[in-house]
């Protein structure tokens, strides 16, 4: 079980995405009010280019601050996340976005008011990072069908469609285009070390992969990836895969799972588009993925016994 302790009261550092933030400026005043209710003071930055997170955060870490609390989606909690792994300080977070998966593994309440409560009134956890080619992830990355479904739907959504209708748009022309990724892999575990596969799934800890609880982590400080693939998988197939999760019919026939401390993917390409934590990279071949075991301290609710930071 990671070592639970109280949030330093002394000094908080709100960290924000500025695309997330109202510009009535309502969501300062209800940090500034509540920090004042737990008698303490909260400097507020806020990143007008989501490119700043990771700036602001590291000069936030170097002061005197002990508690760094990323306010975005998940993609922004994770840059704010890279300056503060390894350091004394602890990540907040303040679930801002659409999915949350982070918070939501971490019982963090997904309320504003209650999840800046947490920030100033929780304890701190140690959890797992992973991390490939130098950069962070809290949640998961990916390669192959995922980062060429978020390419485009970026470019649907510049073009004007909405959210859900870029996703579906996208979605068709994945599948349409569906190519295999010819993956070479080595790791510190036994088993297939070439494959073709229309995706490479690698999370942060193991995922729940059916029933109800399907796409959540029970605990994130296991100290190992866990790493997804589903070799020659046609399209038709990829569609029943996620039906049979749903309904909690999922085998082990359908896909083929693997945990690993670290390991080294190759392909035909010098460059690859990966996914990390919704983010799309362009990263130099070969992939270099690593757990980095209770690198990050997490303020999480001060009653949440059982919570995805402990086992």
Same mark, same amino acid.
Do not use: N, Y
């Given at each position: 079980m990671s070592v639970a302790e109280s949030a330093d009261p002394a000094e908080f550092d709100f960290v924000l995405n500025g695309a997330r933030v109202p510009p009535d400026g309502t969501l300062e005043e209800r940090i500034h009010r509540i920090a004042a209710d737990h008698g303490v003071e909260?400097?507020?930055?806020?990143?007008?280019?989501?490119?700043?997170?990771?700036?602001?955060?590291?000069?936030?870490?170097?002061?005197?601050?002990?508690?760094?609390?990323?306010?975005?989606?998940?993609?922004?909690?994770?840059?704010?996340? *890279?300056?503060?792994?390894?350091?004394?300080s602890a990540l907040g977070v303040l679930p801002l976005g659409t999915l949350n998966h982070f918070a939501k593994d971490l019982k963090i309440p997904l309320d504003i008011d209650e999840a800046i409560r947490t920030a100033f009134g929780g304890r701190v956890i140690q959890v797992d990072v992973g991390e490939v080619n130098g950069r962070i992830f809290l949640n998961n990355s990916s390669l192959g069908l995922y980062p060429r479904l978020v390419h485009l739907? /970026?470019?649907?959504?510049?073009?004007?469609?909405?959210?859900?209708?870029?996703?579906?748009?996208?979605?068709?022309?994945?599948?349409?285009?569906?190519?295999?990724?010819?993956?070479?892999?080595?790791?510190? /575990?036994?088993?297939?070390t070439q494959f073709d596969t229309p995706f490479l799934f690698v999370g942060n800890n193991r995922y729940e992969i059916s029933g109800l609880?399907?796409? *959540?982590?029970? *605990?994130?400080?296991?100290?190992?990836?866990?790493?997804?693939?589903?070799?020659r998988a046609a399209p038709g197939t990829l569609l029943a895969i996620g039906v049979r999760a749903l309904v909690n019919r999922l085998g082990t026939a359908d896909i083929e799972m693997f945990g690993a401390k670290e390991m080294t993917i190759s392909t035909r390409h010098r460059h690859l588009e990966v996914s990390a934590d919704g983010e799309v990279l362009s990263l130099d071949a070969p992939l270099r993925y690593r757990i980095r075991p209770k690198a990050l301290r997490v303020v999480v609710p001060a009653q949440a016994p059982g919570s995805a930071g402990e086992s």
């Open positions: 909260a400097r507020i930055h806020i990143a007008r280019h989501g490119s700043d997170l990771a700036s602001l955060a590291s000069r936030a870490t170097k002061g005197p601050s002990r508690t760094i609390v990323a306010g975005g989606g998940d993609g922004s909690v994770s840059a704010v996340a *890279s300056a503060v792994a390894g350091t004394d739907r /970026e470019k649907q959504e510049q073009r004007g469609s909405s959210k859900w209708i870029a996703f579906a748009r996208s979605l068709v022309a994945v599948m349409r285009h569906h190519s295999q990724v010819r993956i070479s892999l080595s790791s510190d /575990e036994p088993g297939k609880h399907v796409g *959540s982590r029970a *605990s994130l400080d296991g100290g190992a990836l866990w790493v997804c693939t589903a070799p």
